[in-house]
């Protein structure tokens, strides 16, 4: 699905004029309406403009031969060239673009006005970041992190929670009305064997909570005794349906159950600074009933060896809805949470950050939705962002050497311990004081845990290293802190004031130097970014512009310098201020990226 044009359609029309303006998204526009007047016969077209090196001007067009094509079929003889030509005659006058220029077998390449780089440039400073204008707001829901009570939060369910919070993060920051949404599981036949060894080891549970202090052993203990003991087993089916129904002993024993489990996910959520609303399985409990009512009123329910399944067209595996027993499973949760979320909660965007493995399970419930008249995806988008498995270093299945699985404290603890190490061996500890130095480890840790997840593909396999994430040099969390934290100080140690930086870019920059150039338009290039990204809400390509960043500003700082020193005493004898100027509008643009990335950049470090 190409949500591009939905999006790009839809914010035409709206704009906030105090927003960072979308360079590319303007060219586009710009193209765009330039296509419309030289061949007014050509409907729906798609433009694309893209970013390119310096050498080949700051953007290209590069639609001339898809175009050359399509009016081929419409009876019109041109070759690509002629048809970029055309549409350069065309396009708009413009406080953007400087020249335009025809090259190769029909490209043309953008180069941007030196005045309008050096206004956003100065508009960044003083306003400082802002959302990205004509972005026009949705409704929407992030269903993700999402683990199971009673179980272990395992490796996927962090990589579910950092990807879904950066991605919540992303949707916040460009304003749309954002619901972050765990979806645990909390209401599957697991707590049949939970409630039915409950009631032998706590037998008054209902009166007293039951002190469970280790839900993990808990939990083992009755899977021993069930998957052993058949009148067990019996007895938890029983406990089951009797939970089902909602008798008010089993919910009071469900209850102290799941808040043991609660209790253990916050304190993950806590560590890594997660916001997110429990909505689980068992808030559905009513609507699961209403579900399977509409599906057979709409008789798209069919027998099967006592089941009832639902089929969507052309997806060869059925959902079920109903159990032999009566009972309903994952997929009708699912149905009920569908409806709920596009009908009664009126989402624009839905959006289920949840493992690869599971993308059957979503393409059903979306074809289902569909098929039921649930779900419109002209009208509502709705999406699975899948991810790979997490892989140690030996790239087989991620375990720790003790246990089948990694428990997530485990490996935050061991994060923490890796930080410091490696802040004490850059000799941190001697220049910081133990406050300063316990953030520092804080924002190393968990900063490289989400940016390592982060900056790889989602797509694939990820493979999970402490060595690799703590490197200080290439695209790690370590070295982009540590870079931003060395930009900040330039002021600082300067004892330059915010004000003097701000009325600096004020009175303009001139941008004189390559390399300020270059920077100052990479920069400009944020909005776009962030815009992009929504696409097909993949993140590392925020982590690769970030990265370009702080590669940039270090070929500028190289050779532009910001304070000049005597050599003999040390003393400041010049700054240059708009290039103060330049290296705050890095650092602000460094900012809002870890921001939406999750990450906590320090002042010192
Ligand atoms: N609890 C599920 C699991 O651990 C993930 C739930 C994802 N969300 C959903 N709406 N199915 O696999």
């Not at 941190?428 to 480890?441: C, F, G, N």
């Not at 060395?486 to 300067?494: K, Y």
Request: glycine share 6%; charged share 30%; net charge neutral.
């Amino acid at each position: 699905l190409n949500y591009r044009i939905n999006i790009m359609k839809r914010t035409a029309s709206k704009s906030d004029p105090n927003g960072m303006v979308n360079i590319l998204g303007k060219l586009e526009e710009l193209f765009d309406s330039a296509i419309k007047k030289a061949f007014p016969d050509i409907k729906d077209f798609q433009v694309v403009v893209v970013s390119t090196t310096p050498n080949f001007g700051d953007y290209q067009f590069n639609g001339a031969m898809s175009l050359s094509k399509l009016l081929k079929t419409l009876g019109k003889s041109l070759n690509p060239r002629e048809v970029a030509a055309a549409v350069q005659k065309c396009v708009p006058p413009n406080e953007v673009i400087e020249t335009l220029d025809l090259a190769g077998p029909g490209f043309i390449n953008i180069k941007l006005k030196a005045s309008f780089v050096q206004e956003q440039l100065s508009l960044l400073v003083t306003r400082g970041i802002r959302p990205p204008c004509g972005v026009e707001k949705k409704r929407v829901m992030v269903d993700f992190s999402s683990p199971n009570i009673a179980k272990e939060m395992h490796v996927g369910h962090l990589r579910s929670t950092i990807i879904g919070d950066s991605i919540c993060r992303l949707l916040e920051f460009l304003g749309h009305d954002v619901l972050r949404i765990n979806h645990v599981g909390d209401w599957g036949t697991q707590f049949g064997m939970l409630l039915a060894h409950l009631e032998d080891r706590f037998p008054n549970f209902a009166e007293e909570t039951p002190p469970i202090g280790d839900l993990q052993s808990f939990y083992k203990e009755s899977k021993i005794r069930f998957d052993s003991d058949a009148d067990f087993k019996k007895r938890a089916y029983a406990c089951v349906v009797k939970l089902q129904s909602h008798d008010p002993v089993y919910i009071k024993g469900w209850q102290a159950i799941c808040d043991v489990s609660r209790r253990e996910f916050q304190k993950i959520y806590d560590r890594l600074d997660i916001k997110i609303k429990e909505r689980g399985e068992s808030f559905y409990q009513d609507l699961m009933k209403k579900t399977v009512m509409l599906l057979e009123e709409a008789g798209v329910l069919k027998e099967d060896e006592g089941r009832k399944v639902m089929f969507a067209p052309g997806i060869a595996v059925p959902l079920t809805i109903v159990k032999s027993d009566g009972g309903y499973t994952y997929d009708t949760s699912d149905m009920a949470a569908i409806r709920q979320r596009v009908h009664d909660e009126a989402a624009d965007w839905v959006v289920y950050v949840v493992d690869l493995g599971q993308s059957g399970h979503f393409e059903t419930i979306f074809a289902c939705a569909e098929f039921a008249g649930w779900l419109d995806r002209k009208k509502t988008r709705v999406e699975h962002v899948g991810f790979g498995v997490v892989l140690g270093e030996d790239r087989k299945k991620f375990k720790s050497r003790s246990s089948e699985t990694v428990r997530l404290v485990d490996l935050l603890d061991e994060g923490l311990r890796r930080a410091k190490e490696k802040l004490i061996e850059k000799e941190r500890d001697k220049v910081l004081t133990p406050e300063e130095l316990e953030s520092a480890q804080q924002a190393v840790a968990y900063g490289c845990i989400k940016y390592s997840d982060l900056a790889h593909n989602r797509n694939g396999d990820y493979v999970f290293s402490f060595d690799k994430m703590l490197e200080d040099k290439g695209n790690t969390a370590v070295y982009l802190l540590y870079a931003y934290t060395r930009i900040r100080s330039i002021a600082r140690t300067a004892n330059v004031t915010d004000e003097q930086i701000k009325k600096a870019a004020a009175d303009g920059i001139p941008l004189s130097h390559e390399k300020e150039m270059k920077l100052a338009k990479l920069l400009l290039r944020f909005p776009e970014t962030i815009v992009r990204l929504t696409f097909d809400l993949c993140l590392h390509p925020l982590c690769e512009f970030l990265y370009e960043v702080s590669t940039t500003f270090t070929e500028f700082y190289d050779v532009c310098y910001c304070v000049e020193k005597d050599r003999t005493t040390g003393q400041i004898v010049h700054i240059n201020m708009d290039r103060m100027a330049l290296c705050e509008a890095t650092a602000n643009v460094m900012a809002q990226c870890f921001s939406l990335l999750g990450l906590k950049p320090i002042q010192k470090m």
